[in-house]
Every structure is written in structure tokens, then in C-alpha cells.
């Protein structure tokens, strides 16, 4: 079974990045795909939005920094298929400290290197912080795909040139060279809006390839949800969220030829 790992990034917040990681994390596991979500966000986002709280040394941080194996951090989240590797404020830290390491963008390929030896998950998904530091561009350095989450707006798309040039740079860099761009996920689409039409049409015509069908709508329940510690599956199942989001777990299977465990 061979792991397929996944980064979702995007240097721009609030474009539903993290709630893009944590449904779509849960709609693979809802479909059979064992799936190790990571928390590499110091905002722990991901983390609450699946009902942790932050706790003191348990994150990713240790294997970091050459002091712990990533595996022995990982948590059930109670939801079948789906695993969690937390966050908590001493990854903040290491912005800072990963930038003074000899190998300072391979530290998350080699934290990740006893996970997925494990054979233990078909997918891992990692939710990055909102910025293209050092945290982020060790994700992107370790990953298979990178997963663009795109919010409707024309600001979004001044962004989208800048981080798909970062993945051309790591790659003739030799960095990582098997990294690719796995897709662009439309977020916060707002039917009633020109401005959004308009815009999904423009990376549908300049990117057809790249673009999932799947447009995420902008709904209250969708926000409403992390705060709750749920995912939109468990907290309103019938909402056009979930149905956009089970979509888009079913599309990211049949792309990248997920299996069932």
C-alpha cells in the first residue's frame, strides 16, 4: 500500500484552508481510506476542529527536532479511518528553529519517514500554517501533491502564480522532485454572486487540468461546524458543505487511484 501525501497550502488565510483539510480528511476516511490528518498549523485549527484541545509536547515538533518519533504522537480522532497528528504552541517555535538545521527543508520528510514506513495510511494530509515559512515549505518539500485551496476572489488568483512557482522551484532546486500539483480547490463559492462565477471560470479556462469540478459553497454551517469540534459531515449532514465536500473526497479518490484498506 503505497501513501500517497498530500499538502494543502496556501499563503493567504482565511481562504478555508484548514476547514478544506479537516472535511476532506474526513470524507476519505467516511469512504474507507485510512487517513492520517497532520496539524502543522501552530493555530491548531485542524486540531480543535476535530475536538482536541492543545496539550503541552504532543505535536510534531519533537520529531522536528530530532528528539522523538512522529508515530508515537498521533491520536484516534473516534471517527473510523481517520487519525490525528495535533498541534500545540511549541511548533511555533519552530519557524525559527528549523531554519538554523544543516537540513533545514527536509526535517518534515524525515518526521513523516517512520509514518509512512508504518504502512499504516493509503493518504496523509497535512494543513499547513498561512504563510510560506519554514513550516510550510518542509510540507512541501516532503509531499507527493500539492493541493491549492483557492478561495472566489480576484485577490485570491494574485496569489495562485506566486505558490505554484514555489513548486517548480523546489523541484529544479532537487529538493523534492517528485512533488506535483495535485489540484485547485475552489472555496467559498457564493452562488449569488458575479464576482465568484467569474472567477472559478477564470482558473477553469487557465487551468483546466489542475481544477477539481467540486466548488465548495460559502455556508454559516461550514463556519459554525470547528467550533463545535466537528466536521460538517457530523454536524449538518445535509448541507450543501457536506455534499460539496463527499464530492470532493470521491473526485481526490478517483484522481490519484485511492484504495479502500
Known amino acids: 500500500?503505497?501513501?500517497?501525501?498530500?499538502?494543502?497550502?496556501?499563503?493567504?488565510?482565511?481562504?478555508?484552508?484548514?476547514?478544506?483539510?479537516?472535511?476532506?480528511?474526513?470524507?476519505?476516511?467516511?469512504?474507507?481510506?485510512?487517513?492520517?490528518?497532520?496539524d502543522l498549523d501552530p493555530q491548531a485549527n485542524a486540531t480543535s476542529g476535530l475536538g482536541f484541545e492543545k496539550e503541552e509536547g504532543r505535536s510534531i515538533y519533537p520529531a522536528l527536532m530530532e528528539d522523538g518519533d512522529a508515530t508515537e504522537m498521533i491520536i484516534e480522532t473516534g471517527r473510523k479511518h481517520l487519525s490525528l497528528l495535533p498541534s500545540e504552541v511549541d511548533l511555533a517555535a519552530a519557524?525559527?528553529?528549523?531554519?538554523?538545521?544543516?537540513n533545514h527543508l527536509g526535517q518534515v520528510t524525515e518526521a513523516l519517514r517512520p509514518i509512512i514506513e508504518s504502512d499504516a495510511y493509503q493518504t496523509i494530509i497535512i494543513d499547513c500554517p498561512p504563510a510560506l515559512g519554514m513550516l510550510s515549505m518542509n510540507s512541501l518539500a516532503s509531499a507527493d501533491y500539492l493541493l491549492v485551496a483557492l478561495q472566489c476572489e480576484y485577490l485570491a488568483l494574485e496569489g495562485l502564480g506566486q505558490i505554484l512557482s514555489i513548486v517548480d522551484r523546489l523541484r529544479e532546486a532537487g529538493v523534492n522532485d517528485r512533488l506535483e500539483i495535485g489540484g485547485i480547490i475552489m472555496t467559498m463559492f457564493d452562488v449569488r454572486t458575479r464576482l465568484s462565477r467569474e472567477v472559478v471560470q477564470e482558473v477553469q479556462t487557465n487551468l483546466p487540468d489542475l481544477i477539481f469540478e467540486t466548488v465548495i459553497p460559502r455556508t454559516v454551517r461550514i463556519s459554525e461546524a470547528p467550533s463545535f469540534g466537528q466536521t460538517i459531515f457530523e454536524y449538518d449532514k445535509s448541507n450543501p458543505g457536506a455534499t460539496a465536500y463527499r464530492n470532493l473526497a470521491k473526485e481526490l479518490i478517483k484522481r490519484f487511484e485511492l484504495k479502500k484498506s
Do not use: R, Y
Open 1 to 38: 500500500m503505497a501513501c500517497k501525501v498530500f499538502t494543502i497550502a496556501n499563503q493567504k488565510g482565511g481562504v478555508g484552508k484548514t476547514t478544506t483539510a479537516v472535511n476532506l480528511a474526513a470524507g476519505l476516511a467516511d469512504k474507507g481510506i485510512e487517513t492520517l490528518l497532520i
Open 95 to 102: 519557524e525559527i528553529e528549523l531554519a538554523q538545521k544543516e
